[in-house]
């Protein structure tokens, strides 16, 4: 008789065996989902927790915090601190009343400054980006020399131009008054209406290197042949800025003007270096408004309101200017 061997006994497809056997098909395929379409979303995943952290957190409290009378009796215990509902919000509004007087001042000269910041900053950001453009001996240093104020740190440079400001002891009167002989007297820059003028100059003085910066690297991107063939047909130096240069930073523009807006309008910095926690009215700016309204007089549900009132506007700024420059853009292509 010939032996035959014992058949091979296959194992019982029980409830654990399967669940292994379909995890091990599922993990190749959701490590190639991962691969493919989930990478990017993990990678992003610390960056968002950070953000929330940082931002949106401390945000959600500050919109908590601006619908309560949080005064300086409850800040021990600021989540029990009475529910004021809107009445934050209607004060800050009331604009002939007190608070919402001085609110609408500091707004007005928040949007003066914030604009002539804007403007004077973008043209001399132009101006020096295209002067810069043609190859000459030193470009390079004078490259380097503009962006020296967008390098340096910002409390340095602002305590620089507070002593610069001094009115016996500053070069800004040596120069206007003892060398060139433009001012009758000695003046006082950091009082008064004055106050607003040297705003604007440091603002001015800090902010145009990024737009020389942004623009002249948006003037890369425009070819040389361009100007060459306007040249040709006769076309001047402004004919060439306004029908080459300005159209083709078109998108530079769209960006850089909106940034520097929001800079500017929600600058703490230069105010409150310059001119302390109590600045002169000419230069009393929403931040530093909401600051004193949060600090100072440590009524910190006010001005959490200020906070998000300063919010909303941004976003609606920033909304209505986003699809105008859109629609124009549109128009522009059609």
């Known amino acids: ?13 029980g409830p654990g065996r ?19 379409g989930g ?11 950070a953000e929330s952290l940082i ?14 009378n949080l005064t300086l009796f409850w800040i021990r215990r600021w989540s029990g601190a009475p529910w004021a509902g809107l009445g934050n919000y209607r004060a800050a509004v009331r604009f002939h009343q007190p608070i919402g007087q001085a609110l609408l001042h500091s707004f007005w000269v928040t949007l003066a400054y914030s604009l002539l910041s804007v403007a004077l900053s973008w043209l001399l950001g132009i101006a020096a980006a295209v002067l810069l453009q ?3 001996r030193g470009r390079g240093v004078l490259r380097a020399v503009f962006l020296v104020p967008y390098a340096l740190p910002a409390y340095a440079a602002l305590i620089t131009w507070v002593f610069m400001f001094q009115q016996d002891t500053g070069l800004v009167n040596h120069v206007l008054h003892d060398q060139l ?6 003046s006082f820059w950091l009082i008064g209406d004055n106050s607003f003028w040297a705003m604007v100059i440091v603002s001015v003085w800090k902010s145009w290197p990024f737009a020389f910066l942004s623009l002249m690297a948006g003037l890369q991107n425009i070819p040389r042949e361009l100007y060459e063939a306007a040249a040709m047909d006769g076309a001047g130096v402004w004919q060439q ?11 530079v523009n769209q960006v850089l003007v909106l940034v520097l807006f929001l800079w500017t309008f929600n600058d703490f910095n230069t105010p409150y270096v310059m001119f302390g926690q109590s600045p002169p009215r000419q230069a009393d700016l929403i931040s530093i408004h909401i600051y004193q309204s949060s600090f100072v007089t440590w009524n910190f549900g006010s001005g959490s309101a200020m906070s998000v009132l300063l919010l909303l506007f941004l976003l609606v700024v920033t909304a209505v200017y986003l699809l105008l420059t859109s629609m124009r853009r ?4 059609a």
Not at 1 to 13: D, V
Not at 18 to 36: D, F, Q
Not at 55 to 68: A, D, E, N, Q, T
Not at 241 to 251: F, H, M, Q, S, Y
């Open 1 to 13: 008789m010939t032996a035959t061997a014992p058949p091979r006994r296959t194992p019982e497809a």
């Open 18 to 36: 399967g669940t292994a056997a379909a995890g091990r098909r599922l993990r190749p395929r959701l490590v190639e989902r991962v691969r493919k």
């Open 39 to 49: 990478l990017p979303y993990l990678l992003l995943l610390p960056a968002l927790l």
């Open 55 to 68: 931002h949106i957190v401390p945000m959600v409290f500050g919109v908590v915090i601006s619908f309560k």
């Open 134 to 136: 043609d190859d000459f």
């Open 181 to 186: 002989h433009v001012t009758s007297g000695k």
């Open 241 to 251: 800025l306004r029908r080459i240069t300005l159209p083709a930073l078109r998108p």
């Open 330 to 333: 549109g128009d522009a292509d």
